[in-house]
Each structure stands twice: as structure tokens, then as C-alpha cells.
């Protein structure tokens, strides 16, 4: 493994471990609409980074929802099915 595969590995690491946070919280609906929005736009960004494309795919469509207001139960719910997926496989 390289030192680039390594840091890689550790950046991963630690973004599964924030979307484990992150799921705590969208599960237990302690978050508002604006949070999950900046929340969805953050995991968009880094989930093609680390190799979760499905990830930010749900997340890209989560915010463009919440930024729409339309379609946003749907979209969230889209979302917490691939969060749960990534965190308990990893």
C-alpha cells in the first residue's frame, strides 16, 4: 500500500465515522431542515472522494430536495438507506 493509499484509508475512515455521528443524529430527527441540507451538501462533496459514489449521489439528490422543498421525505429516506448501508459495512 502506498502512503497515498494509506492517507486515503484514514481520510475514509474518518468520514464513515462522521456519517455514524451524522446518522445518530438524522435518526433520532434532532436536526433541522438547513442542518441536513449543509449535512447532504458536505457528504456529497467527500463521499466521491473516498469511493462512496452512492453516497453522494443520495446526498446531491437530498440537498437539491431540501433546496427545492419538493420530494424531501423521499429523498431523506433515500439517504439514511445508503448511510445505514456504508456505516454498518464498514
Known sequence: MTEMDERLAHLRAR???RCR???A????????????QHMAHRAAGMAGTVGL??????AAHLEDALLRGDQIAAAR????????????DN
Open 15 to 17: 468520514f464513515i465515522a
Open 21 to 23: 455521528a451524522e446518522l
Open 25 to 36: 443524529i438524522i435518526e433520532a430527527d434532532d436536526i433541522s431542515d438547513q442542518d441536513l
Open 53 to 58: 459514489k452512492e453516497l453522494g449521489i443520495a
Open 77 to 88: 429516506l433515500a439517504f439514511l438507506g445508503v448511510l445505514r448501508k456504508i456505516t454498518s
